[in-house]
């Protein structure tokens, strides 16, 4: 058997409820879960390296310097807690760039606290995966990280951030080139990068998502929403790649989509 998490990043309290049912309607009917990356509090100020405002602030708050809690839209979170396959994970608070790159163990217990507090506000408590934003995580954090989540979602991993009690996890996951970890409490997870993207051909995008799947027992498949609805217009040939891979996933008989609760609970297994 194959496993394949869907994760879905950047949720926040901007996102319009209409364009997740537009995205994942087609797995909710096959019971297909999604994991949705939740942004506990998202800041209207942040920018890419550039200059221009993030994808995911929808509306006319960008830039505005707002804190807004994903608990402040009503509507999308009776949405998510009214739809049993839809999971939680915990991203980052606020989404600012490279948030959790960070060496200063106070201010990484702070944004962690807070964040948690707005998902529980929310009706969203008890979430056991952690994704960092742009998939940064300094040593500090994975520290802490480590202490908190069952679940650690990320792109990749590098030896010079993980704490030196996982460097010989790391050593082995490298020679038997396997691309996630594990210790007696967490699973680390890394992706293959975000192969339903909007950057990406849509002429190879199921193709290549198909090979990935196919040669592998645990993959991440990362998407962003907003990416399907760039200057407030649905991207069609995008999204029916995307319901592609449900089509393709929901028949697959040796391929089970699972969450990452599934994972922490021990429903999947992964080799430590």
């Known amino acids: 058997m194959r496993y394949v998490v869907l994760r879905d990043d950047d949720t926040n309290a901007l ?11 087609p797995f909710f009917k096959r019971n297909l879960p999604i994991n949705l990356a939740v942004i506990p509090a998202v800041s209207t100020a942040v920018k890419m390296p550039d200059g221009t405002p993030e994808g995911f602030l929808l509306g006319d708050t960008a830039g505005a310097g707002q804190i ?28 600012e760039y490279f948030e959790f790159d960070l060496q200063d ?3 990484i217990v702070r944004k962690l606290d807070e964040g948690t507090r707005c998902l529980n506000a929310a009706g969203f408590a008890g ?10 995580i300094s040593r500090a954090s994975y520290r802490e990280l480590l ?15 993980l704490p030196p009690s996982l460097w010989p996890k790391y050593a082995l996951a490298k020679f038997t080139k396997k691309p996630h970890l594990r210790t ?15 950057h990406r051909s849509r002429d190879q995008m199921f193709q290549r998502i198909r090979q990935t799947v196919e040669s592998n027992s645990l ?15 649905p991207d069609e040939p995008f999204i029916s790649v995307l319901h592609q891979v449900a089509d393709y996933l929901a028949a697959s008989s040796d391929i089970q989509v699972c969450s990452f609760a599934d994972i922490a609970a021990g429903k999947v297994a992964l080799a430590a």
């Open 15 to 25: 996102t319009p409820v209409e364009c997740l049912e537009r995205l994942y309607r």
């Open 219 to 233: 993959t991440v498949l990362v998407t962003h929403w907003w990416e399907y609805f760039r200057n407030n217009k």
């Open 127 to 136: 979430s056991e995966t952690f994704v960092a934003p742009y998939d940064k």
């Open 184 to 198: 007696h409490k967490t699973f680390l997870l890394s992706h293959p990068g975000c192969l339903l993207s909007c």
């Open 68 to 95: 807004l809690p994903i608990g402040t839209n009503r509507s999308l979170t009776k949405y998510i807690l009214g739809n049993p396959n839809i999971h939680i994970a915990h991203h980052g608070c606020h989404h």
């Open 105 to 107: 163990p106070t201010i």
């Open 147 to 161: 202490r908190r989540f069952r679940v650690i979602s990320t792109g990749w991993f590098e030896l010079r951030r």
